[in-house]
Every structure is written in structure tokens, then in C-alpha cells.
């Protein structure tokens, strides 16, 4: 769970105070911090945040609402000023897809940054002392656990709490397995279910009663996998709330006699003749919590899984890869590079199955990603090891 980073002190009423920092985000305490309240307005608020100073909220929380709202349209606006100026530019210098995914981060990055300046006050219990707060103890709880000790946390932060216990509550509904699948804050949510489907249509290799599913995650493809007749499917992660997570949904499903899950830095012990993994598809440095499950740093999770695999295979066994290919269409890591480690690692490709993304990105043009977008494909590959 999610636990303080430090400590930020601010100066109210004539004395300095202090408290826990929470940032789910990995940033430290915000250094300049300035207590702000219903007198405060959009344009002030705003040049306060660009310069880094933080707000700490005391007025309605209501209006701290509309306040990040009005913060948000600023940003972007800022955002699309800067688009349009580079997109006048690029009749001279056409920008790379590398160049727009990197710009496109650091834009992301930015606007995060800016918008978590506006700042709640936690008491102990996850309880806010603001007018008009709501109820958020159940949610908090889910995310951080216990809170003995007064808090702060970017407001931005606590709605994104907020919408993961609602995720949470009502579930991710799985077509192949007829049932919702309830994903926990920080863990990643299934809703592009190409790949899920993947996994429920790709041939079983004969005779396979034993499974191993590399980075659980909510568990989702442990579930396929038991409910397409594995008997026994040994799930793994290192993450406290991908374990905990994958193991109530797997409850949940009636499947627990299945599926064990078990803490492991990607493979558990012995041999399978079917070992399944998901790694996150972009090589890159994780900004936060959630972000592991999409940036993979040094590619270390894809590597590490090709270059385990064949020493944790039944002989004539499948190793199941399930990979998008944005990064290569981004310029982030080559096909070639990809085929190069299959191979240095003892294996061979038996058959690829690939399928088109039906998500909302991939068919919208104002997307900054958009011709990257347009051309992905979600593959699962086929892999045993070389005789």
C-alpha cells in the first residue's frame, strides 16, 4: 500500500506546521507551499502552480473542485498554443514519432506536475477537514491503508483515488470470462480486452495441466487461462497490490482450487508447458505507480521473461508472449531488436496471432500519438525453445 514520502511544512497563523507527504507520484514535498482558500482565483492560482509554489486548501472543497477544473483548462490551453506553434514549424522540420512521444510525455509530465499543486489536508482516519468533503475514508484505505498521522496529498491524486474505488466497486467486465474483473488502485485496469482475447483463442498446447502467468496483475488472464481447463495455474508478481488484487479477484471468480498466486520476481519455481506473460509495452522510465504496468524500464521485464523461458519450459512447451508493437512504431525499440532476443535466448517463434486495438486512441486524429496509433497491433507470440 501506499505510505508517506516525507514531510512538507508550511507557515499558518504565524507558526510553521508540518505533516506526512503522500504522492503516489514519487515527487517530494513541494518546498514552496501557501495556504489558499474560496478568495483564492483561477488566474493566481495558476501563475502559483507554474512557479511551483503549492496550495494548500482551507476553504470549500466544493470550489477546490471547480479550481482544478479551471487549472486544467489553463494547462490546456497552454498545451494547444504550443501545438499549434510547433505544427506552424513543421513544413521545416518534421518532428519523429520518437521526437512526438518524448515531447508528448514531457508534456504530460508538466501538466501533472502543475495540477497536483493544488493541495487537501488529511486528518487521521482519511477524514478531511473542509466544508463540504466528502466521504473518502472506504477509498483511501483501499489506496494507502491506515492513516494514524495528519496528511497531505494533491487533490488530483485524491480523485484519482476516488475513480479507482469506483473501478474498484463496480468492476471491468471480461467477455471471455462472462464476469467483471475488479481492478485495485496502482494495478492496471483490463479494458483493452484484445489482448485477453488473445489468450482465449490462442491453441492450448496438448495436454497442458499446468500453467505459469507471469505479472499477475489484476489476474485476468490467470482466470482465462483456469477457465479454459488449465488445472492448475501458478500466477506471480512483486507488487503488494497486484498480489493482493489478483488473489480477490481469483476469490471472487470461484477459481482459488486453480490458481495460486505467489510473490516471485517473474518466474516461480520448476517448469510448465504453458508460460504466459504480459510485460508492459513501452521501454521507459515509470512516472508513477500505475505507469509500470505500461513502461518497462531497460525493457528489463520483456528480457528478463525471454531470457528465463526456456529454462522454465516443458520440453515441447509454449512460452505466450503478449506484446503491442506502439514502441516499434514509435521508434523506441526495433522489430529486429525484439527477434534478436527471442533468439539469443535459445528460442523460435512457432506463430504470431494478431489483432487490431478497438480502443478510443486508436481512431482518434487529435491524438498526439495518433499515426503511431493508427498502426499498432497487439500480438500474441508463440515461443518454445529451440531444439
Same mark, same amino acid.
Given at each position: 500500500?501506499?505510505?508517506?514520502?516525507?514531510?512538507?511544512?508550511?507557515?499558518?497563523?504565524?507558526?510553521?506546521?508540518?505533516?506526512?507527504?503522500?504522492?503516489?507520484?514519487?515527487?517530494?514535498?513541494?518546498?514552496?507551499?501557501?495556504?489558499?482558500?474560496?478568495?483564492?482565483?483561477?488566474?493566481?492560482?495558476?501563475?502559483?502552480?507554474?512557479?511551483?509554489?503549492?496550495?494548500?486548501?482551507?476553504?470549500?472543497?466544493?470550489?477546490?473542485?471547480?479550481?482544478?477544473?479551471?487549472?486544467?483548462?489553463?494547462?490546456?490551453?497552454?498545451?494547444?498554443?504550443?501545438?499549434?506553434?510547433?505544427?506552424?514549424?513543421?513544413?521545416?522540420?518534421?518532428?519523429?514519432?520518437?521526437?512526438?512521444?518524448?515531447?508528448?510525455?514531457?508534456?504530460?509530465?508538466?501538466?501533472?506536475?502543475?495540477?497536483?499543486?493544488?493541495?487537501?489536508?488529511?486528518?487521521?482516519?482519511?477524514?478531511?477537514?473542509?466544508?463540504?468533503?466528502?466521504?473518502?475514508?472506504?477509498?483511501?484505505?483501499?489506496?494507502?491503508?491506515?492513516?494514524?498521522?495528519?496528511?497531505?496529498?494533491?487533490?488530483?491524486?485524491?480523485? =484519482? #483515488?476516488?475513480? /479507482?474505488?469506483?473501478? !474498484? &466497486?463496480?468492476?471491468? $467486465?471480461?467477455? %471471455?470470462? @462472462?464476469?467483471?474483473?475488479?481492478?485495485?488502485?496502482?494495478?492496471?485496469?483490463?479494458?483493452?480486452?484484445?489482448?485477453?482475447?488473445?489468450?482465449?483463442?490462442?491453441?492450448?498446447?496438448?495436454?497442458?495441466?499446468?500453467?505459469?502467468?507471469?505479472?499477475?496483475?489484476? =489476474? #485476468?488472464?490467470? /482466470?482465462?487461462?483456469? !477457465? &479454459?481447463?488449465?488445472? $492448475?495455474?501458478? %500466477?506471480? @508478481?512483486?507488487?503488494?497490490?497486484?498480489?493482493?488484487?489478483?488473489?480477490?479477484?481469483?476469490?471472487?471468480?470461484?477459481?482459488?482450487?486453480?490458481?495460486?498466486?505467489?510473490?516471485?520476481?517473474?518466474?516461480?519455481?520448476?517448469?510448465?508447458?504453458?508460460?504466459?506473460?504480459?510485460?508492459?509495452?513501452?521501454?521507459?522510465?515509470?512516472?508513477?505507480?500505475?505507469?509500470?504496468?505500461?513502461? @518497462?524500464?531497460?525493457?528489463?521485464?520483456?528480457?528478463?521473461?525471454?531470457?528465463?523461458?526456456?529454462?522454465?519450459?516443458?520440453?515441447?512447451?509454449?512460452?505466450?508472449?503478449?506484446?503491442?508493437?506502439?514502441?516499434?512504431?514509435?521508434?523506441?525499440?526495433?522489430?529486429?531488436?525484439?527477434?534478436?532476443?527471442?533468439?539469443?535466448?535459445?528460442?523460435?517463434?512457432?506463430?504470431?496471432?494478431?489483432?487490431?486495438?478497438?480502443?478510443?486512441?486508436?481512431?482518434?486524429?487529435?491524438?498526439?500519438?495518433?499515426?503511431?496509433?493508427?498502426?499498432?497491433?497487439?500480438?500474441?507470440?508463440?515461443?518454445?525453445?529451440?531444439?
Amino acid at each position: 500500500m501506499g505510505g508517506p514520502v516525507g514531510e512538507i511544512a508550511w507557515f499558518e497563523g504565524g507558526a510553521e506546521r508540518r505533516a506526512q507527504w503522500r504522492s503516489e507520484s514519487g515527487w517530494p514535498a513541494p518546498k514552496k507551499v501557501v495556504v489558499a482558500d474560496d478568495t483564492m482565483n483561477a488566474d493566481t492560482a495558476y501563475r502559483l502552480a507554474l512557479d511551483g509554489t503549492a496550495l494548500l486548501w482551507r476553504g470549500d472543497f466544493q470550489n477546490a473542485r471547480q479550481l482544478l477544473g479551471a487549472l486544467m483548462r489553463r494547462v490546456e490551453h497552454k498545451s494547444e498554443r504550443a501545438r499549434r506553434a510547433k505544427a506552424g514549424k513543421a513544413a521545416l522540420a518534421q518532428p519523429s514519432p520518437t521526437e512526438l512521444f518524448h515531447r508528448h510525455r514531457l508534456q504530460q509530465l508538466q501538466r501533472a506536475r502543475t495540477l497536483a499543486m493544488l493541495l487537501i489536508p488529511f486528518e487521521p482516519g482519511h477524514t478531511i477537514p473542509l466544508r463540504r468533503a466528502p466521504d473518502v475514508r472506504e477509498a483511501c484505505t483501499e489506496a494507502y491503508g491506515q492513516a494514524d498521522a495528519p496528511y497531505v496529498a494533491s487533490l488530483r491524486e485524491l480523485l =484519482g #483515488v476516488i475513480g /479507482a474505488h469506483e473501478w !474498484r &466497486r463496480k468492476g471491468v $467486465r471480461i467477455a %471471455a470470462l @462472462d464476469a467483471a474483473i475488479h481492478p485495485w488502485y496502482g494495478v492496471f485496469s483490463p479494458v483493452r480486452g484484445e489482448y485477453v482475447e488473445l489468450v482465449a483463442q490462442a491453441p492450448l498446447p496438448a495436454g497442458a495441466r499446468l500453467a505459469f502467468d507471469i505479472g499477475a496483475g489484476t =489476474g #485476468v488472464l490467470s /482466470a482465462v487461462l483456469a !477457465r &479454459r481447463g488449465i488445472a $492448475r495455474v501458478v %500466477a506471480t @508478481d512483486m507488487d503488494a497490490r497486484a498480489l493482493g488484487c489478483a488473489r480477490e479477484n481469483i476469490a471472487r471468480l470461484g477459481l482459488a482450487s486453480q490458481v495460486e498466486v505467489v510473490e516471485a520476481d517473474l518466474f516461480p519455481e520448476g517448469r510448465a508447458p504453458l508460460v504466459v506473460c504480459n510485460p508492459p509495452w513501452l521501454p521507459g522510465k515509470p512516472s508513477s505507480s500505475i505507469e509500470y504496468a505500461i513502461y @518497462d524500464p531497460d525493457s528489463r521485464m520483456l528480457k528478463g521473461f525471454l531470457g528465463g523461458l526456456a529454462a522454465h519450459l516443458d520440453t515441447g512447451g509454449e512460452g505466450w508472449l503478449i506484446l503491442s508493437d506502439l514502441a516499434e512504431h514509435l521508434g523506441l525499440r526495433p522489430r529486429e531488436q525484439l527477434l534478436g532476443w527471442i533468439a539469443a535466448a535459445g528460442l523460435e517463434v512457432v506463430v504470431r496471432h494478431d489483432v487490431r486495438p478497438s480502443h478510443g486512441k486508436a481512431s482518434d486524429p487529435d491524438d498526439p500519438l495518433h499515426a503511431a496509433r493508427a498502426r499498432e497491433v497487439t500480438s500474441l507470440w508463440r515461443l518454445r525453445a529451440r531444439s
